[in-house]
Nanobody
Framework: QVLFVESGGGSVQPGGSLTLSCAVS????????MAWYRQAPEKQREIIAA???????NYVDSVKGRFTISRDLTKNTVYLHMNTLKPEDTAVYYC????????????WGQGTQVTVSP
C-alpha cells in the first residue's frame, strides 16, 4: 500500500527555490498532521518541518525562515516550499506523519532527491 508519494525534487543552484509535493493517502491526510523529513548522504533522517494541531508549523533551525510547509485540502497533498537553498540542503526528502502519531509505522515513500550545487 503506497501511502506517501513525493515529487518535485531536482538540481538547483545555491540561492534557488524548489517546491516539493507529497500525495498522501486520504485517510491519513484528513486525520493527522504531516511533516517533511530529509536524509543527507551518510547522515540519519531528520525532521525539518511539521504541522501542529493548532494549524501552524514548526521548523528545525537550519531551515527556519527559508522553508514553508503547506497543504491543499482538495488534492490530499502536502507541499514544502524551499527558498534560498544551500548546498547543505542536499538530501533525499520525504513526507510522513509527525512523530508520535498513533497509527503504527506506515511505510516510507521513495522520497525525492534535492541537489544544491553551483
Amino acid at each position: 500500500q503506497v501511502l506517501f508519494v513525493e515529487s518535485g525534487g531536482g538540481s538547483v543552484q545555491p540561492g534557488g527555490s524548489l517546491t516539493l509535493s507529497c500525495a498522501v493517502s486520504g485517510d491519513i491526510f484528513s486525520r493527522y498532521q504531516m511533516a517533511w523529513y530529509r536524509q543527507a548522504p551518510e547522515k540519519q533522517r531528520e525532521i525539518i518541518a511539521a504541522e501542529t494541531s493548532g494549524g501552524s508549523a514548526n521548523y528545525v533551525d537550519s531551515v527556519k525562515g527559508r522553508f514553508t510547509i503547506s497543504r491543499d485540502l482538495t488534492k490530499n497533498t502536502v507541499y514544502l516550499h524551499m527558498n534560498t537553498l544551500k548546498p547543505e540542503d542536499t538530501a533525499v526528502y520525504y513526507c510522513h506523519v509527525v512523530p508520535g502519531t498513533p497509527i503504527g509505522t506506515p511505510p516510507w515513500g521513495q522520497g525525492t532527491q534535492v541537489t544544491v550545487s553551483p
